[in-house]
């Protein structure tokens, strides 16, 4: 009976944000029913990363405002993660890597009109470099900068940076440093302006976003009118408003029967990508797991294989580091020591004086019972995933509290340290490598909020930070690789591979990248339509 009242509210929800898209024109509403027939709207849903669209309040608010088609970057990933001239058409770099002269390409306007100037991108990035104290989102930990300065004349942008970068256009194309109009006027909570195909017109994170196509967009023909998005959290709900027709589109499906049935119909089109991305659970050391033998034993007591191809059903690659094993970084060359050995979890327990003294089923350290504080957010299976680790771990007397909310809070709640175990599904190579990401373990940084530390892992971290060298950056990050793993400081679950799937009698183009930021583009069409 939960199940179901859980899902009549997610019903409701999804009717409730459908109909407010639906009251943006019924002529529009009509010929979208109509498969195959030419719309000026495309109609996508979506799960909401986030609140806000001001990528100086919170990290998924610039990747929103990426996928949405609302902002681009100086630089942009195609499908090799290579970072390739957007905004900008050219730079050059200093034979010591420090300093960096971005030539802007001419033309480019905000949807609003106002020219994309040298001057425009240095305001955007003094705007969100200003906001650092404020807010979680911290620029300067992805470039760490003397100064940057504008040439209008020139068109040019200079970066002077305290460190050498091996690739500064990879970081640039990060959605931290998506180019947004300081000098719109418009609240960038709300109504960001930038250089995408869409301009957003009105948006409630909760339930819509409703956008208008750019009409000085810079890069071809942008083919509908109007961008509708709904919000729509639950996996299965959104397969269902695809099938019903209410949407044309939707991202990453994440329910192992819904996923098989739109591959098996010949009516929609399922593009997938691999791995990318670790689904793993930050562990918080600052709390109860930074005894070793207890946090040894939990890895030790999870059957990751019955997790990602049975609960998750094939939607996750296992593995146990946190860089994918699709990645170019020697995983063929880690070993694990806490391979999944029931048996063996309970004897370390045991031996370390882990154990249930009072007969409650439940074990303790210190005289204090055990409960692992889990929480997470309902993407990606991520929940599903700590369902099933709470009912592994409560069978050898661990128990575990689950916290499911949304993204926000859960980051919020990370930050502040109050959690155990964090879900997260991260792109490891966000900024075309995993400096930014292994960043999480490294014992200086703002963004270790596990309270990891080990001095070998940071002196190899410092040493990738300053090497240009490819291969040998990548001796040292396989060597933390192993170290993590050795330290049993991450809970990686597997790797996930993104989806985007539509209705073929709509729409064409709906691909999904590797780089995963960009959802919406100009190159999604009414079927049928030319291109």
């Given at each position: 009976?939960k199940?179901?009242?859980?899902l009549?509210a997610l019903g409701?929800?999804m009717l409730?944000?459908l109909?407010?898209l639906?009251?943006?024109?019924?002529?529009?509403?009509?010929?979208?029913?109509t498969?195959?027939?030419?719309?000026?709207?495309?109609r996508?849903?979506c799960?909401s990363?986030s609140?806000v669209l001001?990528?100086g309040q919170?990290?998924?608010?610039g990747?929103?405002?990426?996928r949405?088609?609302?902002?681009?970057c100086l630089f942009?990933?195609?499908?090799?993660?290579n970072?390739?001239?957007?905004?900008?058409?050219?730079?050059?770099?200093?034979?010591?890597?420090?300093?960096?002269?971005?030539?802007?390409?001419?033309?480019v306007k905000?949807?609003?009109?106002?020219a994309?100037?040298a001057q425009?991108v240095?305001?955007?990035f003094?705007?969100i470099y200003?906001?650092?104290?404020e807010?979680?989102v911290?620029?300067?930990k992805f470039i760490?900068m003397?100064?940057?300065?504008a040439d209008?004349?020139?068109?040019?942008?200079t970066?002077v940076?305290?460190?050498?970068?091996?690739d500064?256009t990879?970081?640039?194309?990060?959605?931290s440093f998506?180019i947004?109009d300081v000098?719109?006027?418009?609240?960038?909570a709300?109504?960001?302006?930038g250089?995408?195909?869409y301009?957003?017109?009105?948006f409630?994170?909760k339930?819509s976003?409703?956008l208008?196509?750019?009409?000085?967009?810079?890069?071809?023909?942008v083919?509908?009118?109007n961008?509708q998005?709904?919000?729509?959290?639950?996996?299965?709900?959104?397969a269902?408003?695809l099938q019903?027709?209410d949407?044309d589109?939707?991202?990453?499906?994440t329910?192992t029967?819904?996923l098989?049935k739109?591959?098996?119909?010949?009516?929609?089109?399922?593009?997938s990508?691999p791995g990318m991305?670790?689904?793993?659970?930050y562990?918080n050391?600052?709390?109860?797991?930074?005894?070793d033998?207890?946090?040894?034993?939990?890895?030790?007591?999870l059957?990751?294989?019955?997790?990602?191809?049975?609960?998750?059903?094939g939607?996750?690659?296992?593995g146990f580091?946190?860089l994918?094993?699709?990645?170019d970084?020697?995983y063929a060359?880690?070993?694990n020591?806490f391979?999944?050995?029931l048996?063996?979890?309970?004897q370390?327990?045991?031996?370390a004086?882990i154990?249930?003294?009072?007969g409650?089923g439940?074990?303790?350290?210190?005289?204090q019972?055990?409960?692992?504080?889990?929480?997470t957010y309902?993407?990606?299976?991520?929940s599903?995933?700590?369902e099933?680790?709470?009912?592994?771990l409560g069978?050898?007397?661990?128990?575990?509290?689950?916290?499911?909310?949304?993204?926000?809070?859960e980051w919020?709640l990370m930050?502040?340290g109050?959690?155990?175990l964090?879900?997260?599904n991260w792109?490891?190579v966000?900024?075309?490598?995993?400096t930014?990401?292994?960043a999480n373990?490294y014992?200086k940084?703002?963004?270790?909020y596990?309270?990891?530390?080990?001095a070998?892992?940071?002196?190899l971290?410092?040493q990738?930070l300053?090497?240009?060298?490819e291969?040998?950056?990548?001796d040292?990050i396989t060597?933390m690789?192993q170290i993590?793993?050795d330290?049993?400081?991450?809970?990686v679950?597997g790797?996930?591979n993104?989806n985007m799937c539509?209705?073929?009698a709509n729409?064409t183009?709906a691909e999904?990248g590797?780089?995963?930021y960009?959802w919406?583009?100009?190159?999604m069409?009414?079927?049928?339509t030319?291109n």
């Amino acid at each position: 009976m939960k199940k179901l009242t859980k899902l009549l509210a997610l019903g409701l929800l999804m009717l409730t944000a459908l109909g407010a898209l639906s009251g943006c024109g019924s002529e529009t509403d009509q010929k979208a029913e109509t498969p195959g027939a030419a719309s000026d709207t495309l109609r996508f849903g979506c799960f909401s990363y986030s609140d806000v669209l001001d990528p100086g309040q919170m990290i998924n608010s610039g990747w929103a405002v990426s996928r949405y088609g609302v902002g681009e970057c100086l630089f942009r990933f195609d499908d090799e993660m290579n970072a390739i001239p957007w905004l900008a058409d050219s730079y050059t770099v200093s034979d010591d890597h420090k300093t960096w002269t971005i030539h802007m390409r001419d033309g480019v306007k905000f949807s609003n009109g106002n020219a994309v100037t040298a001057q425009a991108v240095v305001d955007e990035f003094q705007r969100i470099y200003d906001m650092e104290e404020e807010n979680s989102v911290k620029p300067s930990k992805f470039i760490d900068m003397v100064s940057m300065t504008a040439d209008n004349e020139a068109g040019t942008v200079t970066i002077v940076t305290n460190t050498a970068y091996p690739d500064l256009t990879k970081v640039l194309s990060y959605p931290s440093f998506v180019i947004l109009d300081v000098n719109a006027g418009t609240d960038f909570a709300t109504q960001p302006v930038g250089t995408g195909p869409y301009a957003i017109t009105s948006f409630d994170g909760k339930i819509s976003c409703i956008l208008v196509r750019n009409e000085n967009y810079w890069n071809g023909e942008v083919p509908y009118a109007n961008l509708q998005i709904a919000f729509i959290n639950d996996s299965t709900t959104k397969a269902l408003s695809l099938q019903n027709g209410d949407v044309d589109m939707v991202e990453n499906i994440t329910t192992t029967n819904d996923l098989a049935k739109l591959k098996e119909d010949d009516k929609y089109y399922v593009t997938s990508t691999p791995g990318m991305r670790c689904g793993f659970a930050y562990i918080n050391q600052a709390g109860v797991l930074g005894n070793d033998e207890l946090r040894e034993a939990v890895l030790m007591a999870l059957d990751n294989t019955t997790m990602t191809e049975i609960t998750l059903g094939g939607l996750y690659t296992e593995g146990f580091s946190v860089l994918p094993s699709s990645l170019d970084y020697n995983y063929a060359q880690l070993t694990n020591p806490f391979a999944y050995d029931l048996d063996a979890a309970v004897q370390k327990l045991d031996a370390a004086g882990i154990v249930d003294t009072d007969g409650d089923g439940v074990r303790e350290i210190d005289g204090q019972n055990i409960e692992l504080n889990y929480i997470t957010y309902d993407n990606r299976g991520l929940s599903h995933y700590a369902e099933a680790i709470q009912l592994q771990l409560g069978e050898i007397g661990i128990p575990v509290k689950v916290a499911s909310s949304d993204a926000d809070t859960e980051w919020n709640l990370m930050v502040a340290g109050q959690y155990d175990l964090c879900s997260s599904n991260w792109t490891t190579v966000g900024t075309g490598d995993p400096t930014e990401f292994l960043a999480n373990w490294y014992s200086k940084s703002a963004a270790n909020y596990c309270n990891y530390a080990n001095a070998e892992f940071d002196t190899l971290y410092e040493q990738m930070l300053i090497e240009l060298d490819e291969n040998v950056r990548k001796d040292l990050i396989t060597k933390m690789q192993q170290i993590l793993i050795d330290d049993a400081a991450v809970l990686v679950h597997g790797y996930y591979n993104s989806n985007m799937c539509s209705i073929k009698a709509n729409v064409t183009g709906a691909e999904i990248g590797t780089a995963d930021y960009y959802w919406i583009t100009n190159q999604m069409r009414p079927a049928g339509t030319n291109n």
